[in-house]
């Protein structure tokens, strides 16, 4: 009898089904070597296998390889002290992104054998003693997986290969009968949306199960899909028509754009109306919207918003993620503060009176704007601002945290130090006195905040969350309300009804503490994008949008970022951001001034970004490598490769 073994690790991911509670499922033993047989005539079995394909499942931004969110200047890279030559040293792209060493690249990911295994169990489950309604239940939650993979890989590649049966070698030493070409770009975003259409009335309405397929996550999973391709159709044509392949294996007819608005807004909609559960914003602290907004990543405990979730469970599967990027002060393990959020980023976050406008600095005539404490400089601006990035001024697991990079003097002269919390004797003292933040920052120095920052999203606030022997189990969430409603927005816009548009959008800026809603007027293109780019920074929607609107190189058009260019067209999609830039908070020292005490900020560019981000064209899709060109004579390279 033919064996498949199945090493099955811990069963980690939250599945609430039936009566079953997500703990029951998470607390479930490992199961043994098992035949096929014996594997599908049990349910727990069988679940077992279907959990260890939900793990599996791919994402380019990864909680357990922090690494990934260090791209395209939203966050500076400051983990070692040459991890900045990872992002901002090199002026150009790899087409497979960037090499985190290993021979691994932020943008890739092939992986058939995944593919075939959900192949194969969905094959096996067919013909297995258990019930109809679980035999439905679980194959369609793998139809699902294998949408949702090959979602990612249009994302990247474009047109890839469809199989959708498991393939077997039949060692007669010719293999092209297993050589599959690429199918069209449309038509593997085409497989999804229908997948996703026939998934949502054979998966649960239950918008409780935030770890499992349901209903409402074959609707967003076809809602993401249907406009992605739309804005291809459209974006690809219009502004880079040259990223394309004959065969259409690249490339979307723009005839089918509004087709796929349509669709894409049919989906949320459905959504939005309930039909798939009873999804909301999540508002559970409308005193505190900048903390409200951080906990939709942390707060597992009936929240509406999410949809669909990569999982984690202490002490059964975890991450370093907060380990990595705490605030150093005070830091459970003493490290931290690898990324640190850009000020390219932080002044994306608009007034409250809905304009834009860079942090101030300075006034009209280019003296420096004094503030009595440090967090005034941020004050009446979107509350998502400081749900994103830990700022000077604020707190973290209730203490607070401490950056500042120095004293100025009268004269205009620095002083400060060469390691966080460093000590001098300031003019006039004679015993030395705190002179830098503990927390940073120290420029050049690993670990600390050197753009001024810390990251804040994902960050988890739970005590020993930073400890490696206890780490964090924030959740990496994949689709959610919110991205639901701002679909719908960009859909109705595309479609000619900015009215409609204005209303999807204004909830979510609602929710951001905004009182002066949107009309459909306001509503624009760049209004579109911006608004993806503050809700979505940190979640891997900002390199998608990139790629989609065909934005990437104009925004990164290897221009080099002086003072002017970085405070220019903010809130404009092009917005040049080629280089990242920091902003550094330093204390007045002028005993007897009025201004004795008070806080100033100065922009930073720190000297290790010494080239400005050149987007090539042809890094709009990811390289097919060579090996998997050379197995495949039937798949054609990626256009201007």
């Avoid at 690898?338 to 600095?361: G, K, Y």
């Avoid at 601006?381 to 950056?403: E, M, Q, Y």
């Avoid at 004293?407 to 030395?432: C, M, N, W």
């Avoid at 005993?591 to 042809?618: C, F, V």
């Amino acid at each position: 009898m033919k064996k498949i073994y199945y090493t099955v690790l811990v069963l980690f991911l939250s599945f609430g089904w039936a009566c079953q509670s997500d703990d029951d499922f998470l607390d479930r033993p490992p199961t043994q070597v098992l035949t096929t047989e014996q594997a599908f005539s049990d349910p727990a079995q069988v679940l077992s296998i279907l959990a260890n394909l939900y793990s599996r499942q791919y994402h380019v931004y990864r909680l357990n390889d922090w690494r990934t969110f260090g791209d395209f200047n939203e966050a500076f890279y400051a983990h070692t002290q040459d991890a900045a030559n990872l992002f901002h040293t090199n002026n150009t792209w790899d087409f497979r992104g960037v090499d985190l060493g290993n021979n691994v690249f932020t943008w890739t990911t092939w992986d058939y054998t995944y593919i075939r295994e959900l192949n194969l169990f969905l094959e096996r489950i067919e013909p297995s003693p258990l019930t109809e309604d679980l035999k439905t239940r679980y194959a369609a939650e793998a139809r699902f997986l294998r949408a949702a993979y090959y979602l990612e890989l249009a994302q990247l590649y474009g047109g890839v290969p469809i199989i959708l049966e498991p393939q077997e070698y039949d060692f007669s030493g010719d293999p092209t009968y297993l050589q599959v070409p690429r199918s069209t770009e449309a038509g593997i975003y085409d497989f999804v949306i229908q997948e996703a259409e026939a998934l949502k009335s054979l998966l649960p309405v239950d918008a409780d199960s935030k770890s499992r397929a349901t209903a409402g996550a074959a609707l967003a999973m076809k809602a993401r899909a249907a406009i992605y391709a739309a804005s291809i159709a459209k974006y690809n044509n219009a502004v880079t028509p040259s990223v394309s392949l004959p065969g259409n294996e690249i490339g979307i007819p723009a005839s089918r754009a509004e087709e796929y608005y349509n669709t894409a807004l049919t989906a949320a909609q459905e959504i939005i109306n309930g039909t798939a559960g009873a999804y909301s914003l999540y508002m559970k602290n409308p005193t505190n919207l900048s903390e409200n907004f951080a906990a939709i990543f942390y707060d597992k405990s009936a929240n509406p918003e999410v949809i669909w979730a990569n999982d984690y469970l202490l002490k059964y599967r975890t991450h370093y993620f907060t380990g990595a990027n705490q605030p150093r002060y005070g830091a459970e393990e003493e490290e931290g503060g690898a990324l640190n959020p850009t000020l390219n980023l932080v002044q994306e976050f608009e007034l409250l009176d809905n304009t834009f406008a860079p942090l101030a600095t300075v006034d009209t005539d280019g003296n420096p704007i004094y503030y009595e404490n440090q967090s005034d400089i941020f004050a009446n601006r979107d509350a998502r601002l400081a749900g994103t990035v830990i700022l000077p001024g604020s707190t973290f697991k209730s203490r607070p945290v401490d950056i500042w990079a120095g004293y100025q003097l009268a004269d205009g002269s620095i002083i400060t130090g060469t390691d966080r919390g460093d000590q001098r004797i300031l003019p006039g003292q004679t015993v030395e006195q705190q002179v830098v933040g503990f927390d940073g920052p120290v420029a050049g120095a690993v670990q600390n905040a050197q753009m001024g920052f810390y990251l804040r999203k994902y960050v988890d606030p739970a005590i020993g969350s930073g400890q490696r022997g206890i780490q964090s189990e924030v959740w990496k969430i994949r689709y959610r309300y919110a991205d639901i409603l701002l679909i719908a927005a960009e859909a109705a816009f595309e479609l000619g009804q900015p009215d409609v548009a204005a209303g999807y959008m204004n909830q979510v800026r609602e929710r951001a503490g905004f009182t002066v809603p949107l009309t459909g007027a306001d509503i624009t293109f760049d209004r579109i994008v911006h608004e993806r780019r503050v809700e979505f920074a940190f979640e891997g929607l900002y390199f998608m949008d990139l790629k989609r609107f065909r934005l990437a190189h104009r925004v990164f058009d290897g221009v080099t970022m002086d003072l002017t260019g970085l405070r220019a067209d903010i809130g404009e999609a092009t917005n040049r951001s080629t280089m990242p830039w920091g902003l550094w908070p330093y204390r007045i020292y002028n005993p007897g001034s009025e201004n004795d005490g008070k806080w100033i900020y100065k922009e930073i560019l720190p000297n290790q970004a010494t080239a400005a981000d050149n987007w090539q064209l042809g890094n709009y899709y990811s390289k097919i490598s060579d090996e998997i060109l050379s197995n495949n004579p039937k798949l054609v390279r990626q256009p201007l490769q």
